[in-house]
């Protein structure tokens, strides 16, 4: 029997636009809502909103299973695979597709860069259950992501903002953001909760048993993601009020590059993979991973490097808005590929 998106995640769209419209009327009809909301900041930081975002990446760094990690490793030429598509092809697939198609929006289109350097380590294991991949090397895969997320992300940012742009002829954009104020905003919203995570684990497993963390502790803190995504959503949506008029026309222009690279990110691992000798099962693991993004991480880097009221911001949080329809669609495409592929 095909597994089922919980209730909460099968209608993750639908709680964004509420979220987004719950902000609209917020902004439009109490001027005085970002008065309030900035009364809350600790010179750019937004105090409620910091703590809302590290809350949003507890419960995926909770569930990752870095035992996985070897069962992975024995598996040289897939992880190879993996990490030259997700790592190297990845980022540059979706620089490439902000610059063609965000160039004249500078905001959206370093939002989008920040979205490409990142691989998911959340939503994936959903995907990846639902298209009846390999849990093990999906976990192990989310394991070595998520540690390279925490030692690299930073590096990755500065280069891919401040060496590669210049080099495609975009020198009239300047960010002006040093490796430092990346690393230290990644230290504070994956490094805290990585090392809340991992202590969580050790103890918690330690002391309750292997069993009571996956069946009651990680459903309970479940729903904290959504939850505090919802609150960044509704907090950045009051800011923007009666502005917020011309947002549908830009939802779409961010949405269109997303859904293209969701799409050419899964069919070229896959086939990769194929060709590689892989099985149906460490195949669809490997394709979720590839083509899913760590959004929030791009959101909390977005605002706390850009500001809570920033382009980049904005295109962080439509990231989520358009992975859920268009990763179902591939959950969908993967089966068909099993039936023509897999004999």
């Known amino acids: 029997m ?12 639908i709680w964004i636009f509420l979220a ?12 005085s809502a970002d008065d309030f909301i900035n009364s809350f900041s600790n010179g750019t930081t937004n105090i409620p909103l910091a703590i809302g975002l590290i809350l949003m990446m507890y419960p ?39 610059v063609i198609f965000l160039k004249d929006y500078p905001e959206y289109m370093t939002g989008l860069i920040v979205i490409g350097l990142a691989p998911c380590i959340a939503m994936v294991i959903v995907w990846n259950e639902l298209a009846e991949g390999n849990r093990e090397f999906v976990a192990g895969l989310v394991g070595i992501n998520s540690l390279l997320q925490v030692f690299f992300f930073s590096l990755y940012a500065y280069f891919y903002l401040e060496i590669v742009l210049p080099l495609f002829g975009i020198n009239g954009l300047t960010i002006d953001i040093t490796i430092s104020e990346i690393a230290q905003t990644v230290g504070i ?12 684990r ?60 969701f799409a ?47 382009g980049q911001a904005f295109a962080g949080v439509i990231g989520p808005l358009v992975e859920v329809p268009a990763l179902i669609l591939l959950v969908q495409f993967a089966f068909w590929l099993r039936k023509k592929y897999y004999k």
Do not use: C, H, R
């Open 202 to 261: 050790f103890i918690l497993i330690k002391s309750k048993g292997e069993q009571w963390f996956s069946n009651k502790f990680i459903p309970f803190i479940s729903p904290i993601t959504l939850i505090a995504l919802l609150f960044t959503i509704i907090v950045m949506f009051s800011l923007k009020g009666a502005m917020i008029v011309s947002i549908p026309m830009d939802v779409l222009k961010i949405a269109l590059p997303l859904v293209i690279f």
């Open 264 to 310: 050419i990110m899964f069919t070229v691992m896959f086939f990769v993979g194929k060709a590689m000798g892989a099985n149906y099962e460490d195949n669809a693991a490997m394709s979720f991973t590839a083509s899913g993004n760590n959004f929030e991480l791009a959101i909390a880097v977005s605002i706390g490097v850009f500001g809570i009221n920033s």
């Open 189 to 200: 919203y994956l490094g805290i909760p990585f090392a809340a995570a991992v202590i969580s």
């Open 20 to 31: 987004m419209g719950i902000g609209i009327v917020i902004g439009y009809f109490i001027p």
């Open 60 to 98: 995926p760094l909770t569930k990752v299973k870095f035992s996985q990690i070897p069962k992975v490793l024995a598996k040289p030429k897939l992880l190879f695979a993996s990490f030259l598509i997700t790592w190297i092809l990845g980022p540059f697939l979706m620089f490439s597709l902000a």
């Open 2 to 13: 095909k597994k089922k998106l919980s209730f909460l995640d099968k209608y993750l769209t």
